[in-house]
């Protein structure tokens, strides 16, 4: 079922490092939901940037190494404003988030004047029947409490990458965090701005529960101090008290 909200030009943006045996699957999937596509090779040395080549009418940016998460989805709203697009929307590459879902951001944009519409993993999920990595879990939930209560946000989920932004709102955005703490930048400049924020549930996935981040940030509580360093950075930057 493609797309067709003539009235909100729509691209779908897909940042990809070293997706090999899910690239090829995913991309087919999403091309039964939408025509305007974009994928950030983020750097893949593992045939990923082979497989791409069997899509030639998807859009392809390709990184010299690996920039990193935050990059790749920078250069995704970047690509938005300079091709006009009204609405991107970004999924992983995975296979955790199910392209059939791009349907329930097509019937939300044009039901309301959000400016960014999120996914959310437990927003009405059972979690007592889920197999969810612990760490991954409790490091979500906590940090997104901490940008409810700060923030005066309702999320859910802080780190969902499955999501459609107003690309008038990204406009507004000064986003430079290039890794995975961007998410965090997102949201604090987000409520700065005071830009109106919708969840959706999407399904939780989890295909490999022990698959996980990269280098150090394979280490749970490393991560966990990354991510509240951003968070203190850019609360400091916007004017909020120091959360330490």
């Known amino acids: 079922m493609i797309n067709n909200n003539t009235q909100?030009?729509?691209?779908?943006?897909l940042p990809?490092?070293?997706?090999?045996?899910?690239?090829?699957?995913?991309?087919?999937?999403?091309?039964k939901y939408a025509k305007d596509i974009l994928v950030v090779d983020d750097g893949s040395t593992d045939g990923t940037s082979e497989k791409l080549k069997q899509f030639p009418w998807i859009d392809v940016i390709t990184h010299n190494g690996n920039k990193g998460y935050g990059k790749s989805l920078i250069d995704i709203f970047d690509y938005?404003?300079?091709?006009?697009?009204?609405?991107?929307?970004?999924?992983?590459?995975?296979h955790q988030?199910?392209?059939?879902?791009?349907?329930?951001?097509?019937?939300?944009?044009?039901?309301?004047?959000?400016?960014?519409?999120?996914?959310?993993?437990?927003?009405?999920?059972?979690?007592?029947t889920c197999d969810i990595p612990k760490e991954r879990y409790e490091i979500n939930l906590y940090v997104t409490?901490?940008?409810?209560?700060?923030?005066?946000?309702?999320l859910t989920d802080a780190f969902c990458g499955?999501?459609?932004?107003?690309?008038e709102a990204l406009k507004k955005l000064n986003l430079t965090d290039e890794g995975y703490g961007l998410p965090l930048e997102l949201w604090i400049q987000a409520a700065?701005?005071?830009?109106?924020?919708?969840?959706?549930p999407v399904p939780l996935i989890y295909h490999d529960p022990n698959r996980n981040f990269a280098g150090k940030l394979e280490n749970a509580k490393f991560r966990l101090n990354y991510y509240m360093d951003i968070i203190e950075k850019n609360l400091l930057l916007y004017g909020y008290a120091n959360i330490k």
């Open 8 to 13: 909100n030009k729509i691209l779908i943006g």
């Open 192 to 200: 700065n701005l005071d830009l109106f924020i919708q969840e959706i």
């Open 162 to 167: 499955f999501k459609a932004y107003r690309v």
């Open 97 to 128: 988030h199910k392209a059939s879902c791009l349907s329930k951001f097509y019937e939300a944009i044009p039901k309301n004047h959000g400016d960014i519409i999120s996914g959310s993993r437990y927003l009405h999920e059972d979690l007592s």
């Open 16 to 31: 990809v490092y070293n997706e090999f045996d899910y690239v090829e699957e995913v991309l087919h999937d999403v091309c």
């Open 145 to 154: 409490k901490l940008l409810n209560s700060i923030l005066s946000l309702s």
């Open 80 to 94: 938005a404003q300079m091709h006009g697009y009204q609405w991107v929307i970004t999924m992983d590459c995975d």
